[in-house]
Nanobody
Framework: QVQLVESGGGLVQPGGSLRLSCAAS????????MAWYRQAPGKQRELVAL???????KYGDSVKGRFSISRDNAKNTVYLQMNSLKPDDTAVFFC?????????????WGQGTQVTVSS
């Protein structure tokens, strides 16, 4: 059984920074990509950042230049460094990964972590 567990959310003032973490655990053979999505109240879930490798990263247009995704392969963990946060960044952030495990390949989601940007 593969699980993704996020951490690092919270309340931050506009212009501040937060770092999210997502650790994958279980019987993992390989990870094809790890990504972050977010969903604000009343809005659809949107891609924040997706990382296949250090040289293959995609960011959502609204976070380019402010957010940075990175990964520790040894720990099966992905990070999202969020700088210059704005109130519009307020959302539940979800970790997503495509993982090959003992039961085959599947897309997995974390439970979500709340990020609130407010003064």
């Amino acid at each position: 059984q593969v699980q993704l567990v996020e951490s690092g959310g919270g309340l931050v003032q506009p212009g501040g920074s937060l770092r999210l973490s997502c650790a994958a655990s279980g019987s993992i053979f390989s990870i094809y990509f790890m990504a972050w999505y977010r969903q604000a109240p009343g809005k659809q879930r949107e891609l924040v950042a997706l990382m296949y490798s250090e040289n293959n990263i995609k960011y959502g247009d609204s976070v380019k230049g402010r957010f940075s995704i990175s990964r520790d392969n040894a720990k099966n963990t992905v990070y999202l460094q969020m700088n210059s946060l704005k109130p519009d960044d307020t959302a539940v952030f979800f970790c997503n990964a495509r993982i090959r495990g003992v039961t085959g390949t599947g897309d997995y989601w974390g439970q979500g972590t709340q990020v609130t940007v407010s003064s």
